[in-house]
C-alpha cells in the first residue's frame, strides 16, 4: 500500500510538471531541448562560459514549476502552529514520504518518574518573560561581585572571548568602566546592563564543560568539587543574567538609546551561549534588535550625517554588521525569512582595523589594514563577503516565486568567487598546526557556510521529478557539498575532544553549525529514499553516502541527550539506514556482561533519550523509533540521574 501511494504521489508531481511546462513555456517539450554542457554532473563553470550558457539554459529552464515540498513545511498541532521553508533540513525530512509520519511524532512524550527527568530550562528569552520590577540601578549594582573579580572577567570577555568582535569598543568601554568604578550611582542603567552582560559571558567560558564528560563516581571528591563549582557558576551566571534584564527593563530598551543595542546584542549571546536547539522566541528577539537599530538609524550609513562623529561612525558599522549576521543565522537555523532587506539600508561595511587604530578623539577614520593583517574585524568582513551572496541564496530559497535556471547557476558562480575572495589566513586548506584553534574553527566555519549555500541553492534539483539532463550540475553540486559538510563534522567532532587541535575553542562549536550538518545529513538521507538502486559514479555514488551518514548517525547518537533536533537526526538515520549502526554503537560501548566499556561517548548519551526508561518492556515508540528493536542487554536497567547545574551525567555505580 505504501508503494501505491508513493508511485501515486509521483504521478501527480510528474503531471503537476507537465500542467506547468504547457501552460509557462513554449509547447515544445522540455525534454526536447539539448542539453546545456554547463548542467552536466561534475562540471566546473569557467568564466568563459557564463555568457554563452546562461542564454541557453534560461531559454530552456526559463520557469522552475514548483514541486509541493518547494513550499516549505507546515505543522498544526494543538498548540503550536509552525512554519519553516524548503530550505530548512526540517523540510526535507518531511518530504520523504514515508519518514513524514514518524516525524509528526516527535512531540509526543511518555509518562517517566519524575526522578529521571532533566531539569527544565527556563522558556528563552527570558527578556520577554519578566514582569513589573521594583529594582533599583543601586540594588542592581549591590548584585556585582568584588572589582577583583569584576576585573578578572572582563579581561578575559576582552582577551579570550572574542565572541562579538567590534560590538563593545575596548578602549572606549574600559575608560567608561573606570568612570564606573569610581561613581557608580552616575553610571547609565543601560552601561550596567552592557557590564554585567560581559561579565556573564565571561562566566559561561569559565564554566563551559568538557565536550566529553565522563560518569560521575560519588568517591571521587575530585569531581564533587568540580560539580560544586559547576553548580557555583550556573548561580552566578543566572544572576547576572537576571540583572542584565532588569537593566534592560530600566532603560526602556525599546525606545533605544546609547548602549542599548550593545547590550541586547550580548543579552543575546547570553541566551545562545550553550543552547544546543534553536528557538523561535530568539528570532523574535532579533526581530526586536533589528527594529530598533532601524530605529536609531543604524541601517544607513553614519557619512550621511555630520553629527555622528567618525569614531561613532565606525561603531555603528560594526554594530549593523553583527545585526546583519545575527538576522541571517538565526532565521536560517529557523527556515524563516530574513528581516533585513538590502534594498532598505546602505550602512557600509566596517573597516579593517584594531581598537588600538581608533579612539573617540580621532578627527579622521585610518584606512583600513590590508588582509593581510589578521584583527578581530578581519572575520566579520569575511563573513560579510558570504552573507552578501548568502542572502540572495536565501531569498530565492524562501520567496514564493519560482526563479529562472539562469539564476540558479549564476547565483552558484557568486558563491565559489565569494569563496575565492576569502583572506588567505580564513580559507579553508586542511588542519594546519601554524594557526590558533580559534583561527581554525573560523576557516572551518566559512566553508561551512559556503557549502550550505550551495545545498540551499541546489537541494530542490534532486527531486527525482527533474530533469536530470538538464539539472545534473545541481545534483552533483549539492551532494557534494553535503558530503563535504559532514566530513567537516566529523573532523570538528574528533578535534574537540579533550587532546584534539580544537578543543580550546571548543565551545565555539554552537547550534549554528548543527544546523548546517542537520541539513546535510537532511539531503542525504532524502537523497538514499528518492533515489532507490540507482546507480552512481564519483565521490557522491551511494556507498560513499552510507558511510558518511553512519559517521554522522554515531555524532547524533551522543549529542541525543541534549538536543532534541539530534534525536530526530538519529530517528531518520535509523529509518534511512536501518537498525545495524546505530546497534553497533550501543554494542561498542558495553562489554560482555552489559557493563559500560570504555569509550569517547559520554554516559549521558549511551541511552539515546535519557529521559525514558528502555528497560520498560511496555515503551513502544518514541518519534516514530522503534526503541524495542536494541536487544535488552544493550541498555542499562539501572540509570541515576545526578544533576551537576545544566549539565545531567548517569552514575552507573549503583548498578
Known amino acids: 500500500m505504501q508503494d501505491r501511494i508513493n508511485k501515486l504521489e509521483s504521478l501527480v508531481l510528474d503531471l503537476m510538471h507537465q500542467g506547468s511546462s504547457s501552460s509557462h513555456t513554449s509547447p515544445m517539450p522540455i525534454t526536447r531541448h539539448s542539453p546545456d554542457p554547463a548542467c552536466q554532473p561534475g562540471r566546473r563553470l569557467s568564466k568563459s562560459d557564463a555568457d554563452s550558457e546562461t542564454v541557453v539554459v534560461s531559454e530552456s529552464c526559463r520557469d522552475m514549476s514548483p514541486s509541493p515540498s518547494d513550499y516549505g513545511s507546515f505543522r498544526h498541532k494543538e498548540k503550536v502552529v509552525s512554519y519553516v521553508s524548503s530550505s530548512h533540513w526540517a523540510a526535507v525530512l518531511d518530504s520523504i514520504t514515508d519518514l513524514r509520519n514518524h516525524l509528526a511524532q516527535e512531540d509526543t512524550t511518555l509518562p517517566v518518574p519524575e526522578s529521571m527527568r532533566p531539569r527544565a530550562e527556563p522558556v528563552k528569552p527570558q527578556l520577554f518573560y519578566s514582569g513589573q520590577l521594583e529594582d533599583t540601578p543601586a540594588s ?71 565536550t566529553q564528560p565522563t560518569a560521575l563516581a560519588p568517591s571521587d571528591s575530585g569531581h564533587r568539587r568540580q560539580n560544586s563549582q559547576l553548580v557555583e557558576n550556573k548561580r552566578l551566571i543566572d544572576l547576572y543574567k537576571s540583572q542584565s534584564i532588569k537593566c534592560l527593563l530600566l532603560c526602556q530598551w525599546t525606545k533605544g538609546g546609547p548602549h542599548v543595542l550593545e547590550t541586547l546584542i550580548l543579552y543575546f549571546l547570553v541566551e545562545c551561549f550553550h543552547l544546543k536547539d534553536m528557538e523561535i522566541g530568539i528570532w523574535i528577539l532579533v526581530g526586536n534588535i533589528v527594529q530598533i537599530a532601524i530605529h536609531m538609524g543604524f541601517h544607513r550609513d553614519a557619512k550621511h550625517f555630520p553629527s555622528i562623529s567618525p569614531f561613532a561612525g565606525e561603531m555603528r558599522r560594526r554594530i549593523w554588521a553583527m545585526i546583519l549576521q545575527l538576522d541571517f543565522s538565526v532565521s536560517t537555523q529557523l527556515g524563516l525569512p530574513r528581516l533585513v532587506r538590502e ?39 569575511a563573513k560579510l563577503r558570504l552573507l552578501d551572496v548568502g542572502a540572495k541564496v536565501s531569498d530565492v530559497a524562501t520567496e514564493p516565486q519560482p526563479h529562472s535556471y539562469s539564476d540558479i547557476l549564476k547565483l552558484d558562480k557568486e558563491i565559489e568567487t565569494a569563496r575565492d575572495e576569502l583572506p588567505p589566513i580564513l580559507k579553508w586548506t586542511g588542519l594546519a598546526l601554524n594557526v590558533s584553534s580559534q583561527t581554525m574553527v573560523q576557516r572551518i566555519w566559512l566553508e561551512v557556510i559556503c557549502q550550505q549555500l550551495r545545498i540551499v541553492l541546489h537541494k530542490k534539483f534532486l527531486d ?33 575532544q579533550t587532546d584534539g587541535l580544537l578543543y580550546q575553542s571548543h565551545w565555539r562549536v554552537s547550534s549554528a553549525f548543527n544546523n548546517d550538518f542537520l541539513l546535510a545529513t537532511s539531503v542525504l538521507c532524502f537523497y538514499l529514499k528518492s533515489h532507490k538502486g540507482s546507480a552512481e559514479t564519483g565521490p557522491a555514488n551511494l556507498d560513499n553516502i552510507k558511510r558518511s551518514l553512519r559517521q554522522a548517525q554515531q555524532i547524533w547518537i551522543r549529542q541525543c541527550a541534549d538536543s532534541k533536533e539530534a534525536r530526530k537526526a538519529v530517528t531518520a538515520l535509523y529509518h534511512v539506514l536501518g537498525p545495524t549502526g546505530a546497534s553497533s554503537e550501543l554494542q561498542s560501548n558495553y562489554d560482555t556482561h552489559g557493563t559500560p566499556a570504555h569509550s569517547s561517548m559520554p554516559a549521558t ?17 518514541v518519534d516514530g523509533f522503534n526503541w524495542q528493536n536494541f536487544p535488552a542487554e544493550l541498555v542499562p536497567s539501572n540509570e541515576h540521574w545526578v544533576g551537576t547545574g545544566d549539565m545531567q551525567q548517569m552514575d552507573f555505580s549503583a548498578g
Open 140 to 210: 542592581i549594582i549591590s548584585c556585582l561581585p568584588s572589582r577583583s573579580t569584576v576585573d578578572r572577567l572582563v579581561s578575559r570577555y576582552f582577551n579570550d572571548l572574542d565572541i562579538a568582535p567590534g560590538v563593545v569598543h575596548s578602549g572606549q568601554f574600559l575608560t567608561e568602566y573606570e568612570e564606573f568604578w569610581r561613581a557608580p550611582e552616575n553610571a547609565p542603567i543601560a552601561w550596567i546592563g552592557l557590564l554585567f552582560s560581559i561579565i556573564c559571558l565571561s562566566m559561561h567560558l569559565q564554566q563551559t564543560p568538557p
Open 343 to 381: 534594498q532598505h539600508a546602505d550602512t557600509e561595511k566596517p573597516r579593517n582595523l584594531t581598537d588600538m587604530d581608533f579612539d573617540l578623539n580621532i578627527s579622521v577614520l585610518p584606512a583600513s589594514r590590508p588582509e593581510t593583517e589578521v584583527t578581530p574585524t578581519l572575520y566579520v568582513l
Open 464 to 496: 527525482p521529478s527533474r530533469p536530470q539532463q538538464l539539472f545534473g550540475h545541481s545534483k552533483s553540486a549539492c551532494l557534494t557539498a553535503a558530503l563535504k559538510i559532514l566530513e567537516l563534522q566529523r573532523l570538528v567532532d574528533e578535534e574537540t
Open 605 to 621: 548519551a549511551i541511552s539515546y533519550f535519557p529521559e525514558y526508561n528502555f528497560s520498560d518492556a511496555t515503551f513502544g515508540s
